[in-house]
T-cell receptor
Framework: AQSVTQLDSHVSVSEGTPVLLRCNYS??????LFWYVQHPNKGLQLLLK??????LVKGINGFEAEFKKSETSFHLTKPSAHMSDAAEYFC???????????FGAGTTVTVRA | NAGVTQTPKFQVLKTGQSMTLQCAQD?????MYWYRQDPGMGLRLIYY???????DKGEVPNGYNVSRLNKREFSLRLESAAPSQTSVYFC?????????????????FGPGTRLTVL
């Protein structure tokens, strides 16, 4: 069975500085990995996905993530934070052909002006 | 396209009351899902439907029932609501499950229903 650990429950950054959200996963197979974002009182929106193609994945709004099999990690980064990036972020793993997704507990990002 | 829609957006129930949460998708997706979201726990799968006519339990199915009414619609029913079911409920859909569909399971989420059980 797959599982996900998000290493930080809360990250606070200043506007214009880099953002790093850490995610480690566990899977017996070659998993698919996703990052979703949830703004306050909204549904979840897909930021990016890794599906066994390029290990560096670019997503929307300037985010990117790198799949590192040796470290079982899929960390999310953005070079320069914007106030609109304040939200909760979820790392998600799925085994091939599996209908179920496993969600991390989430990381709340605060952006200081 | 509206994507995934959910009704109602908010609901307050008394313990023991029943209600049905409705979900519909217009993306012709094969599979649909119901999750609950509680603080600090991410999303947990309640039930899912891999295709029209099939449903399966997820991680936390107790106290819930579901119906896949047709390919578009998937409803979640609370027969006798309890305070422990106070949560935000999300419906999602995915292409996964049909012939020739992707092996990865990218899911599209609705806006959620905020349920309080007193």
């Amino acid at each position: 069975a797959q599982s996900v650990t998000q290493l930080d429950s809360h990250v606070s950054v200043s506007e214009g500085t880099p953002v790093l959200l850490r995610c480690n996963y566990s899977s017996s197979y070659s998993p698919s990995l996703f990052w979703y974002v949830q703004h306050p009182n909204k549904g979840l929106q897909l930021l990016l996905k890794y599906t066994s193609a390029a290990t560096l994945v670019k997503g929307i709004n300037g985010f990117e993530a790198e799949f590192k099999k040796s470290e079982t990690s899929f960390h999310l980064t953005k070079p320069s934070a914007h106030m609109s990036d304040a939200a909760e972020y979820f790392c998600v793993v799925s085994d091939p052909g599996d209908y179920k997704l496993s969600f991390g507990a989430g990381t709340t990002v605060t952006v200081r002006a | 396209n509206a994507g995934v829609t959910q009704t109602p957006k908010f609901q307050v129930l008394k313990t023991g009351q029943s209600m049905t949460l409705q979900c519909a998708q217009d993306m012709n997706h094969n599979s649909m899902y119901w999750y609950r979201q509680d603080p600090g726990m991410g999303l947990r799968l309640i039930y899912y439907s891999a295709s029209e006519g099939t449903t399966d339990k997820g991680e936390v199915p107790n106290g819930y029932n579901v119906s896949r009414l047709n390919k578009r619609e998937f409803s979640l029913r609370l027969e006798s609501a309890a305070p422990s079911q106070t949560s935000v409920y999300f419906c999602a859909s995915s292409e996964a499950g049909g012939w020739g569909t992707p092996s990865y399971n990218e899911q599209f989420f609705g806006p959620g229903t905020r349920l309080t059980v007193l």
